[in-house]
């Protein structure tokens, strides 16, 4: 079993949890102080640190820095008051993996601990992912020859049977919430509910309702109670899609459901245990949603346990055809036509490969249906793919006065320069500012821009 360090100057706190946690079958050590933790990191194998953020002498936010320093992958989840929560989110910023507050229940503690330890193995196991992709991985409805969807894949296959938060990200038609069913099929729960919200779908004034509940009589027209989502996905699994449009008030509700798996319905006052996983989804920045203080940090941090980064159609077009296909077979038994469609030219294959795909597989999947519906023979010709660009739309500009590729803006045409710069340069971020000719602060901020990290390949 895994050995756990805790590091507590309270010694009837210490022995509590190390007594809880030893009959859970852990082996335990402990440490009054950070100076002793630190050397019993040294000299025994640990696989996951509690520590107190307020010890005498170093502090726990001097151990956190001191110990992820010697070891990057060492788990550390962290203890403090109530009234320290911006502490805490310090040290989710210097590497912790979780934060506990004071007063919190053994059971809360056991919970956090188990789910770090599998989020440990999950990290573990994500360091050969690379050399594990010569394994194939597939899932119903989603196409994924591409490197890039088998890592998506990949890490939902690792992330599934564990309770962890997962954050989806991209843009939007990329297929997120097919993402997240997956992880629900492929998990413990998938006998439970898996309970979709679409936030930006739901007025504002009503999303509390919707996700939490209401008791009769909370506001004019609630004749009866009601569950929320929350308590529809009890068991189960609950995805919030554009998680980063949440008000402010409701967010702080959702921190209290992922901390503590409680809260009350709208108007009432009992309280309501709930046993959900929670998938969110945004295309929008986070981080910079973060910086201009619309999203809340400690929110953030207990989304972001395990980020899955979904790319756009244009980084995977290995898939195109496949998904061209998987659509053509849907639409083309649909049809209700006499003579059934049956495959695609090469041309119009072409085509499909081609196109930007600034609506991504959603996009595609509009695409194909509208030439299912129109399409006069037995096989998809190019004549029959109708792809919407900005020059069909304002039907101004002509192949001649035209400088963007069809379906591309100016912003996303920079943005597929300055990748096939840094593919041309192997990574290499100076080289390619070389190449684009541009100074390497002007490629820096460029980079921010499209979510490049400018730490690596110097």
């Known amino acids: 079993m895994p ?5 507590e100057d309270e010694a009837k706190m210490r022995r509590l949890l190390e007594l809880n946690l030893g009959d859970d079958g852990f082996k335990t050590l402990s ?17 996951l640190v509690l520590t107190d953020l307020k010890l005498p002498g170093m502090n726990g936010l001097e151990f956190l820095q001191t110990a992820k320093r010697q070891n990057a992958a060492l788990p550390i989840v962290v203890m ?26 053994l059971a809360e503690m056991r919970m956090v601990v188990h789910k770090e330890l599998d989020n440990s193995r999950l990290r573990e196991e994500n360091r050969s992912l690379r050399e594990a992709l010569g394994q194939k991985y597939s899932h119903p409805n989603i196409v994924a020859i591409s490197p890039k969807m088998q890592e998506v894949l990949a890490t ?12 989806l990200g991209g843009e939007s038609g990329v297929g997120k919430d097919l993402i997240a069913r997956a992880i ?69 509700k959702l921190l209290r459901v992922l901390q503590e798996r409680e809260f009350e319905r709208l108007g009432g006052t009992r309280t309501i245990k709930v046993d959900v996983r929670l998938i969110a989804a945004t295309n929008r920045d986070l981080r910079a949603a973060l910086e201009d203080g619309t999203f809340r940090e400690d929110l953030y ?52 490969a081609g196109h930007y795909w600034p609506g ?63 593919k041309r340069a192997g990574g290499n971020k100076s080289q390619a500012a070389r190449l684009l000719g541009l100074s390497r602060n002007a490629l820096r901020y460029r980079l921010s821009k499209i979510g490049i990290d400018d730490n690596e390949g110097e």
């Open 360 to 422: 991504n597989v959603r996009e595609l999947q509009n695409v194909i249906e509208r030439a299912c519906a129109l399409a006069p023979g037995t096989q998809l010709e190019a004549g029959d793919i109708q792809l919407d660009s900005p020059r069909n739309r304002s039907g101004a500009a002509s192949d001649r006065d035209r400088f963007l590729p069809d379906g591309m803006t100016l912003d996303q045409w920079e943005d597929e320069m300055i990748r096939e710069a840094l």
């Open 156 to 167: 939902v296959e690792r992330v599934a049977p564990t309770s962890s938060t997962v954050l």
């Open 184 to 252: 629900h099929e492929k998990s413990r729960r998938a006998s439970g509910p898996f309970v979709k919200i679409n936030s930006t779908a739901i007025p504002e004034n009503l999303l509390e309702s919707e996700l939490f509940g209401y008791e009769k009589g909370a506001f004019t027209g609630a004749a009866n109670s009601k569950p929320g989502k929350f308590e529809l996905a009890d068991k189960g699994t609950l995805f919030l899609d554009e998680i980063g449009d949440v008000p402010a008030a409701i967010q702080v």
């Open 3 to 7: 050995t756990i360090l805790i590091i």
């Open 301 to 352: 941090y207990r989304l972001n346990v395990v980020p899955i980064d979904i790319p756009p159609l244009r980084e995977h077009k290995e898939d195109i055809p496949g998904l061209a296909n998987l659509f053509l077979a849907r639409f083309a038994k649909d049809s209700g036509r006499e003579e059934k469609i049956v495959g695609i030219s090469p041309a119009a294959m072409q085509l499909l």
């Open 31 to 47: 440490a009054g102080d950070a100076e002793t933790g630190l050397k019993l990191l040294a000299s025994e194998p640990v696989h």
């Open 80 to 105: 403090t008051a109530f009234g320290s929560v911006e502490t805490a989110v310090e040290a989710m910023k210097a590497g912790a993996s979780d934060y506990v507050l004071k007063p919190f229940s």
